[in-house]
């Protein structure tokens, strides 16, 4: 199945430009979802295509100097990266991406790659919001991240494997092979981490949305911010896609992926709706609690 | 061989004509008193050269007969030493007395007299009843010499002298009638040949004689008055009574020695043992020099006793007198010149009540006298404690290993308290000149380092390469003058020719490690040219320690393993000292250092050599565990963070990216030479696996916390060497993979992060993070090696961190160990915390006024950082030009984990394709750097402080600029992970050997009722022991 390296970016350009215009649908549907719930209309489904056009056009971009225009390249370029070396759908050759590139740790661990680079540039706009909410950001990631390594390990352990294109073809035949049937633990360890990792209620300090601009984009304008939303469309897709692989058996075709990765998403806007705020030690404490024991447990039972 | 008699007569003669020598005046006078002296020596080393040229030991009778009609002296090897032992110590006091001589009333002269020749009559005479006569001329000698410059403590500390000898000579009285009533003879050949003194009177007999001279020796606890007089009597006359007199005493001992059963043995033996490990102990609480060299004092004498005491007792070693001679004699000819310079130097020091740092060439004395007399190498102790320790574990004598070693590293921990004091000195206080009184301490040195060299090239380590780091700093601090420049080259010319000479001989392990240790210290000898003049002391210092991690990886012996790793622990110990406040740090540096030491001294001795470091079972533990302190695994991990903050800037990078691979070096070649396996099979594995976990977690969350730059790097480099232990630990093909490219991988970027931040401070001025802020603009090169270090860190792809991460997971995943993994991952999170930290808080945020003239890093921290920079670029780009050698050196000694398939790396679990990463890395970022500047309208560069804060206008930098206390939040959630436990275990140990020390002290009530008291109950007690033995 060796296909030309030409046509291999060409396909990838395909596979990046469904997932960007999935993502923003995604996002401004969560976002009307919410509306809906909290009784008012709420924003165009649509409405994220218009803020990018917005800000991509703005006459003005206002600069703090290199790395603060590398920040939202590091960001993007860590988006659409995680994404290349994930394969988006089990068996396709057209959503197969880069994922030869490397295996599950990889992505882990190239989902730093844009929050490093965009940290930085947050931090030579200068402003102390951003480098606050780079700290609170770090913080509580590092808190999240034990319970979902250790629902890794387990699934490692289960399939014997952190090759995700196998770890989607070991949960092939039926819902009962999907690892949320065969070890729950783990999937529960996970999606509580997800929560975490897309900053949303109870775990939103990071960026603070309702308030006063708060976080890493607080001094980001234009282009510059386009390109974050962009980001962000494109990132959640990535890792909607990743918990997809890992825990729900995967897709097998384009329908699949969207359906199954709508109601992941989903599950966090229904806690993010019905969940106060922690704060940053609350949250870290929060994680290195009960998910972090539930992880465990998925280890446990995985290895035995 | 010149008859001794006519020394005799010569001392006495000239003591007569004194009083009327002295009317030509006093200088005529004491021109006498030297050139006596003088004669003396030139006897002693005119038997020596005889007897060492094979001649035999000769006697000389008195009066034209031969024993048992005549007292006879002999004269043999131990006498000669012994003779010119004491002329050379006598001579040396002499000089430092000079002065008072001249001043005082001439009976001080002729005390001087008398007590060096009533020393030597000690060491000469084989007369039981002679030798009562010359304790007596010596003892009256003593006295007067104590109270001659009209010192009034030292007056008072003569008394108690006084009583304490009166006591002695009672008991030896009463021993001699004894054993001459029994065995006839007062001639000790012929009564130790006899078999009259073997019964239950003659025991008793011996007993006397030997409790009046292991009273003269000065055991704990009867010895407060000689501590008394040591710290009250002018320093050259103590250098006579801790030198000299403990010679001529030990000599006594030595000689009665035939006469003593097995229960006096073990009397001397466990009051030898009971007085070092006490002086000691007490030592440590004391703060005043000439008391603490007292302590010392008794405590060495102590061990030589309790050394030859055993030698006899229980066959140690070969079993023969040669090993007793060469271990009692090697540590008391140690003790002799060591303690001897430093009385004379601490003396002179406390005679100015001088305050301030020592000059360079009485510095270096006191460094040469301190580091012989805690047995550091190439000193004379060195090589006798070795072999004396050899001995101990072969006899299966633990604890008595055990108290040595534990006395020693006491012993370390004072001395070189007071030499970091004296290198320092306090605040503001001139550079202390001791002129022409530091001529004796210095010539005491330069015997020590002669006398090491001699017996260490032509004994146990010919091998010349091991000499390199001694050659190597020796050369440069004569040229210490000359500027840097030269130095800096020299010493990497040094480690490359080092390099030359030795890369046949190693093999492959060894020459990859050899690439971090010589290439490291070659890089930072560079670095340190960062600043003009000649930086005094830096070159020699870090030469010495790069050829001596050099020297570990040549040695094939454990003595000369460990001769080089005691030379490194030095050398960087002097490294760490040397930084500006180095004084503290330094102190804790060598006393872990050498405790780790110690341990692995211990597992060498008692484990064989089988061409590696072979120690199974758990002397191989104890080996293990000394390298662990040295990695500085959590728990005993307290000296690190200090040393490596507050030594000069490359020191720090030196030992944080280059020494730290030693112990892993070490560890590996254990493990190799077990057949790839720990000491302790699996467990072992296990425990080190989490250990070293516990390290590298440990190491980031106290790296978070820190607002010092270099504390951070020091706690983040715990905690990568927490990693590379941890891989190790695996035991597997894939955890030795993973752990070599770990700690090359760290050697990498370590060193970038070090060569930059050095930058930083010497511009800045300040180590404070939190006082920077917004310098990329300033220090783009230091930026961007800063940035490429912190992604190569954090293991972020496509940088070869990721390799090492990648490698990391698959191997403990793969090996089972799950929780390991889990705590891994945890651990690395963390550390995106301080990188993030360290580099926002330095070069980006908000700028400060006072940094705005501030430029790049001077050439020489930015050379060597760019060339780094193009290797991690090139290793991470193409993963195989490490992980082909690495896997090539692990090679098939394990079933095979990871294998290449072209570029790509396989693991039984998945694969990484280190090239293809960086290609699609690189290609989708070049596309959204294309995609930013094609959609960049009108981009404008704004001042300082123009962000978007709400409602305020930000003034000062101090304000705005969030560094300090940056992850509090994360202290309140965590805190409790990071409470310096182990630095309070450690404190409360010191607290408690201290506390034993001071109840101890309290014995030494300054009364001379209770020291006499002191030493009738510790003969009654001796005497009571006695019947149980």
């Known amino acids: 199945m060796e296909t030309g390296i030409l046509t291999r970016i060409g396909y990838a350009l395909v596979s990046l430009f469904v997932i960007t215009n999935y993502g923003l649908l995604l996002i401004g549907s969560m976002a009307r979802i919410s509306a809906k719930v909290q009784g008012r209309v709420g924003q165009p489904v649509w ?138 633990l783990a999937v529960v360890a996970a999606l509580i981490a ?28 234009s282009n510059l911010l386009g390109m974050l939303q962009t980001n962000r469309a494109i990132f959640n897709g990535a890792k909607l896609v990743l918990y997809m692989n890992l825990y729900f058996g995967g897709a097998t075709d384009i329908v699949t992926m969207v359906v199954k990765t709508f109601l992941i998403y989903f599950i966090n806007v229904f806690v993010g709706q019905a969940f106060p705020r922690f704060r940053v030690d609350q949250s870290i404490r929060f994680f290195l609690g009960v998910p972090t024991l539930i992880g465990i447990a998925s280890v446990i039972i995985a290895a035995i | 061989m010149v008859n001794p008699l006519w020394l005799f007569a010569l001392s006495l003669g000239a003591a007569f004509l004194l009083p009327l020598v002295d009317r030509l005046g006093r200088r005529i006078a004491l021109v006498l008193v030297h050139g006596v002296t003088a004669a003396w020596l030139a006897a002693g080393l005119s038997w020596l050269a005889v007897l060492l040229s094979g001649g035999e030991a000769a006697e000389f009778g008195t009066a ?118 029994l065995a006839d003879t007062l001639n000790l050949d012929i009564a130790a040949a006899g078999t009259a003194l073997s019964g239950p009177a003659g025991t008793a007999a011996v007993f006397f004689l030997l409790a009046a ?38 000599l006594a001992l030595w000689k009665i020695l035939p006469l003593l059963g097995p229960a006096h043995l073990s009397l001397v033996a466990g009051s030898g043992l009971a007085t070092f490990a006490a002086g000691n102990l007490v030592g440590a609480r004391q703060d005043r020099p000439l008391r603490m060299l007292g302590y010392s004092s008794v405590a060495q004498v102590g061990l030589v006793a309790a050394v030859a005491a055993l030698a006899r007792l229980g066959g140690l070693g070969d079993g023969g007198a040669d090993f007793a001679a060469a271990v009692a004699g090697g540590l008391l000819l140690n003790h002799l010149l060591a303690k001897t310079g430093l009385f004379l130097l601490a003396g002179a020091v406390e005679d100015d009540d001088a305050r301030g740092r020592l000059a360079p060439l009485s510095l270096a004395a006191a460094g040469v006298l301190s580091a012989a007399l805690v047995g550091l190498p190439p000193f004379p102790g060195f090589w006798a404690k070795w072999r004396l320790v050899r001995a101990l574990a072969d006899s299966g004598l633990w604890w008595i290993l055990a108290i ?70 020796a050369i440069l601090f004569l040229l210490d003058g000359t500027p840097g420049w030269l130095k800096g080259l020299l010493s990497v010319a040094a480690a490359a020719a080092f390099g030359a000479a030795a890369w046949d001989r190693l093999d492959g392990f060894r020459q990859f490690f050899a690439v971090m240790l010589l290439g490291g210290g070659a890089l930072f000898s560079i670095a340190a040219l960062r600043k003009g003049g000649p930086r005094r002391g830096l070159h020699p210092l870090l030469a010495a320690a790069t050829l001596a991690l050099g020297a570990i990886l040549v040695a094939r012996t454990p003595l000369e393993f460990f001769f080089a790793w005691e030379t490194m622990t030095a050398a960087s110990w002097l490294l760490v000292l040397r930084g500006r406040g180095g004084e503290k740090p330094a102190l804790s540096y060598i006393v872990f250092g050498l405790g780790g030491a110690f341990l692995l001294m211990a597992g060498l001795a008692a484990g064989g050599w089988d061409g590696g470091i072979a120690a199974a079972g758990w002397p191989g533990l104890l080996v293990l565990v000394g390298l662990l302190v040295k990695a500085g695994a959590l728990g005993v991990h307290v000296w690190l963070p200090g040393s490596y903050a507050e030594s000069d800037d ?80 695996a035991m597997d093909q894939a955890g030795w993979t993973t752990s070599l490219y770990l700690a090359l991988n760290h050697f990498l970027y370590k060193s970038m992060l070090f060569l930059a931040v050095a930058g930083v401070i010497q511009r800045t001025g300040t180590r404070n993070m939190y006082e920077m802020g917004g310098l990329i603009k300033k220090m783009p090169v230091s930026f961007l090696s800063v940035l490429m270090a912190i992604i190569a860190l954090s293991g972020v792809p496509p940088l070869s961190g990721f390799g090492g991460k990648w490698l990391l997971y ?110 699609v890395t690189g290609g989708v970022f070049a596309l959204c750097l294309v995609w930013m500047l094609a959609n960049l309208h009108n981009p404008q560069s704004v001042k300082q402080f123009n962000i978007v804060f709400a409602a305020e206008r930000p003034l000062r930098p101090e304000t705005t600029h969030y560094a300090w206390r940056f992850f509090e939040p994360y202290r309140k959630a965590l805190g409790f992970l990071t409470r310096e436990r182990a630095e309070r275990f450690w404190d409360a140990f010191g607290t408690g050997a201290a506390s034993v020390g001071g109840a101890l002290r309290r014995l030494y009530t300054g009364n001379g009722q209770t020291y006499a008291l002191h030493v009738v109950l510790y003969v009654a007690v001796l005497y009571l022991l006695l019947g149980v033995l």
């Open chain 1, 47 to 184: 409405q994220p295509y218009i803020d990018i056009v917005k800000s991509t056009a703005k006459r003005n971009s206002i600069g703090h100097g290199i790395m603060f225009y590398l920040g939202p390249v590091f960001r993007l370029a860590g988006g659409v990266g995680t994404y290349m070396f994930i394969p988006a759908v089990y068996g396709s050759v057209l959503f197969r991406n880069f994922s030869d590139s490397g295996d599950l740790l990889l992505v882990m661990y190239f989902i730093f790659f844009g929050q490093l680079g965009m940290a930085l540039g947050a931090s030579e706009g200068g402003h102390p919001y951003s480098a606050i909410g780079v700290s609170r950001g770090l913080s509580q990631m590092t808190a999240f991240e034990v319970p979902f390594a250790l629902s890794v390990i387990a699934v490692a352990i289960q399939y014997r494997t952190l090759d995700i294109t196998a770890i989607v073809a070991a949960q092939q035949g039926g819902f009962w092979n999907w690892t949320v049937a065969t070890n729950p």
């Open chain 2, 64 to 181: 034209g007969f031969r024993a048992p009609l005549a007292i006879v002296l002999r004269v043999g090897l131990a006498e000669a030493a012994g003779v010119t032992a004491i002329a050379l110590t006598g001579l040396l006091a002499a000089f430092s007395l000079t002065r008072s001589l001249r001043e005082a009333p001439l009976g001080g002269a002729m005390a001087l007299l008398m007590a060096l020749m009533g020393l030597s009559g000690i060491v000469l005479t084989r007369d039981l009843f002679n030798l009562f006569v010359f304790l007596e001329i010596s003892a009256i000698g003593t006295y007067g010499l104590l109270g001659f410059d009209d010192r009034k403590p030292a007056l008072r500390s003569a008394f108690k002298y006084m009583i304490a000898g009166g006591l002695a000579s009672s008991l030896y009285l009463i021993g001699v009638i004894y054993v001459y009533r």
């Open chain 2, 213 to 250: 001279l292991l009273v003269e020796l000065k055991p704990f606890p009867a010895n407060g008055w000689a501590v008394d007089a040591y710290e009250t009597a002018h320093p050259g006359i103590s250098a006579i009574l801790s030198g000299a007199s403990a010679t001529a005493l030990l």
């Open chain 2, 404 to 473: 040595v070693l534990g006395g020693s590293l006491l012993e370390a921990f004072y001395v070189f308290r007071w030499l970091g004091l004296r290198a320092k000195g306090e605040a503001g206080e001139a550079p202390v000149r001791l002129g022409i009184r530091s001529a004796g301490p210095v010539l005491a040195a330069l015997l020590l380092a002669a006398a090491g060299a001699l017996a260490g090239i032509r004994g146990p380590v010919p091998d010349l390469l091991l000499w390199a780091p001694w050659a190597a700093a």
């Open chain 2, 810 to 919: 698959s191997t403990l995943i793969g090996k089972g160990w799950y929780l390991e993994t889990a705590v891994a991952f945890f651990a690395s999170a963390v550390a995106f915390l301080y990188l993030y930290r360290l580099i926002h808080s330095i070069f980006l945020g908000q700028p400060k006024p006072s940094q705005a003239n501030v430029r790049e890093a001077p050439v020489a921290l930015v050379l060597p950082q760019l060339v780094l920079m193009a290797v991690l670029m090139a290793v991470s780009v193409f993963p195989r030009l490490m992980l082909d050698p690495i896997l090539a050196l692990v090679g098939d000694r394990f079933p095979a984990a990871f294998v290449f398939e072209g570029t790509r790396l396989r693991s039984a679990l998945g694969y990484w394709d280190g090239t293809l990463t960086m290609i």
């Open chain 1, 194 to 221: 997800f929560l975490g990792m897309s900053m949303h209620n109870p775990f939103s300090i990071v960026i603070a949305p309702q308030e006063i601009p708060i976080g890493p984009p607080t001094e980001y304008q």
């Open chain 2, 650 to 729: 490359e020191s720090s990078g030196f030992l944080s990216s280059a020494l730290s691979k030693a112990p892993i070096f070490a560890l590996f070649a254990l493990a190799l030479s077990l057949g790839a396996a720990l000491p302790g099979g699996p467990w072992t594995s296990r425990a080190l696996g989490w250990l070293g976990l516990a390290t590298a977690l440990g190491g980031a969350l106290y790296a978070v916390y820190q607002e010092d730059i270099k504390r951070t790097l020091a706690y983040s480099s715990l905690g990568q060497i927490g990693y590379i232990l941890l891989a190790f630990a």
